[in-house]
């Protein structure tokens, strides 16, 4: 009769965090194994010692090489991958011979431990069982005596040797982090936080629960000193104080078409980071409650001089604002008004960033296909601030062109001449069987992504949600078996 398997989770280092169900298991196995590098000292049975007595025998499965490079044909992955091969066999042949093995890990057994190579290799193969223990991220939170997450954030925990691009957009776009893995890729995770943001919030946390162990601001880390077994902390922001500072910002956020799935990680980064949300209403509601404490105002749509100017206020007052905009802010939304206004003298030292959204035509063209795929022209049918004898004429222009069309606020309330005056001139210059893409809300609740022709377009279906998308002359229809009929302009053109 075979053995048993443990994988017994000894805690981060004190042996004090070590659970019952840890010793009981240490104490009823025949084998205590362990990992090493090649200078043979071991963590995890430094950890478990007092509970290793005499007539328990010992493997110690050394490393062959931890950071170094290998002439291995497989590389550094090939030669862990026969070093893991080796080891489980090693301990297969004690569990063959009826040896309960206990194999000892830090922290616990499953969360980026070495001993979760040997159970995928072994699990299925012995009774098994696991001994969760007390993890470094919650040592590192209670030595820091910070929440890392309450109510409704969500906790990321990041592996340090990710690419720094990475890192940041992780970082950018969560409530609260713990950057495992520091060592030699604490210079990339330092310049990843500030990046993203979120330096100023950094808690550093080294050896926590072990000898040597010490927390502090990580802006104040000396990279130089920086071991492995330390973390970065992104704590729990609900309670905390805002920052103060001498100036503040005004950031221009793009949300995409609807909602929060839309938003990029360095767009919602900057939406959790802001101590004040400013926008149109509409598009401020569709902003979820990313952290307490932040001050929202909303407004009409038609006051943009108005809201930017408050905006600029608030970032003289050294207020960190994000200035909320639908689709993409430089496509007929609010970068422009916000700029405008900050080329004002008084806001000459104010700064300015704009982040780039999924556009309303980017994301209608998805939806039908690819009838964007070649050259095409963006043209808003609003009259509200262009007269509409410049609309006709930029019209025929992009028609005569033989332009795919992007329609933008083809009609409103107060306005529903356009996509039949639009229609009717576009009927000059394009064959009636030219394919037109109606999208309404894309990516909301009411999605409607319809293929017309130019012909049969029907502007009393058209509202200001609505986007027309107006085919060239190489753009093509094609009806799929399951019914859907797909768009797409070619990329040659003859």
Same mark, same amino acid.
Request: no cysteine; hydrophobic share 40%; aromatic share 6%.
């Given at each position: 009769m075979s053995g048993k398997l443990y994988g017994v989770g000894l805690g981060p280092g004190d042996p004090d965090l070590m659970t019952v169900a840890a010793v009981r298991a240490i104490a009823s196995a025949d084998v205590i194994a362990y990992h090493s590098a090649r200078h043979g000292?071991?963590?995890?049975?430094?950890?478990?010692?007092?509970?290793?007595?005499?007539?328990?025998?010992?493997?110690?499965?050394?490393?062959?090489?931890?950071? %170094?490079?290998?002439?291995?044909?497989?590389?550094?992955?090939?030669?862990?991958?026969?070093?893991?091969?080796?080891a489980s066999e090693r301990l297969a042949a004690h569990l063959d011979a009826g040896r309960t093995v206990a194999v000892l890990a830090e922290g616990d057994p499953l969360f980026y431990g070495s001993y979760q190579h040997m159970h995928k290799r072994l699990a299925h193969r012995y009774d098994t069982e696991v001994i969760p223990g007390v993890t470094s991220v919650s040592a590192a939170a209670a030595r820091l005596g910070e929440p890392l997450c309450e109510a409704e954030e969500v906790l990321t925990i990041i592996p340090g040797t990710l690419p720094e691009d990475e890192l940041t957009a992780r970082l950018a776009g969560t409530d609260s982090a713990v950057v495992m893995k520091l060592g030699r890729t604490f210079p990339t995770v330092r310049r990843a936080l500030e990046r993203a943001g979120r330096l100023e919030d950094a808690r550093y946390v080294e050896r926590a629960f072990m000898a040597g162990e010490r927390t502090e601001t990580l802006a104040e880390v000396d990279p130089a000193g920086v071991p492995y077994f330390s973390v970065a902390v992104l704590p729990s922001r609900i309670d905390a104080l805002p920052p103060v500072r001498e100036a503040g910002e005004v950031v221009?956020?793009?949300?995409?078409?609807?909602?929060?799935?839309? !938003?990029?990680? %360095?767009?919602?980064?900057?939406?959790?980071?802001?101590? *004040? !949300?400013?926008?149109?209403? @509409?598009? &401020?509601?569709?902003?979820? $409650?990313?952290?307490?404490? #932040?001050?929202?105002?909303? =407004?009409?749509?038609? $006051?943009e001089s108005e809201r930017a100017e408050f905006a600029l206020d608030l970032a003289r007052r050294g207020r960190r604002v994000a200035v909320v905009s639908g689709g993409?802010?430089?496509?007929?939304?609010?970068?422009?008004? $916000?700029?405008?206004?900050? /080329? %004002?003298?008084?806001?000459?030292?104010?700064?300015?960033?704009?982040?780039?959204g999924v556009t309303a035509a980017n994301a209608a063209a998805a939806a039908a296909g690819a009838p964007l795929g070649h050259d095409y022209a963006t043209i808003s049918l609003s009259d509200r601030l262009k007269p509409?004898?410049?609309?006709?004429?930029? !019209?025929?222009?992009?028609?005569?062109?033989?332009?795919?069309?992007?329609?933008?606020?083809?009609? /409103?309330?107060?306005?529903?001449? #356009?996509?039949?005056?639009?229609?009717? &001139?576009?009927?000059? !210059?394009?064959?009636?069987? @030219?394919p037109v893409v109606v999208a309404r809300d894309v990516g909301g609740p009411? #999605? =409607?992504?319809?293929?017309?022709?130019?012909?049969?377009?029907?502007?009393? %279906? $058209? *509202?200001m949600r609505t986007l027309l998308l107006i085919g060239s002359s190489q753009t093509r229809a094609v009806e799929r078996a399951d019914g859907r009929t797909i768009t797409w302009t070619p990329r040659r053109y003859g």
């Open positions: 000292r071991s963590i995890a049975r430094s950890i478990a010692a007092e509970h290793i007595r005499e007539d328990h025998i010992e493997e110690r499965l050394m490393y062959p090489l931890t950071v %170094e490079t290998t002439d291995h044909p497989g590389g550094y992955r090939g030669a862990l991958d026969d070093f893991y091969e080796e221009v956020v793009g949300t995409g078409p609807a909602g929060a799935p839309w !938003l990029t990680p %360095e767009s919602r980064g900057a939406l959790l980071n802001a101590d *004040d !949300l400013v926008g149109y209403t @509409t598009y &401020l509601d569709r902003v979820p $409650v990313l952290r307490p404490g #932040q001050r929202r105002h909303g =407004s009409d749509n038609k $006051v993409d802010p430089g496509v007929f939304a609010m970068a422009t008004a $916000v700029l405008e206004v900050a /080329s %004002e003298p008084r806001y000459a030292d104010v700064p300015v960033r704009v982040l780039p509409w004898e410049v609309i006709a004429e930029r !019209l025929r222009a992009a028609a005569g062109a033989d332009l795919v069309l992007a329609l933008y606020n083809p009609g /409103s309330r107060s306005r529903t001449h #356009q996509v039949a005056a639009a229609r009717d &001139l576009l009927l000059e !210059l394009r064959s009636p069987e @030219t009411e #999605q =409607s992504v319809r293929v017309v022709t130019l012909k049969t377009l029907e502007p009393a %279906e $058209v *509202d």
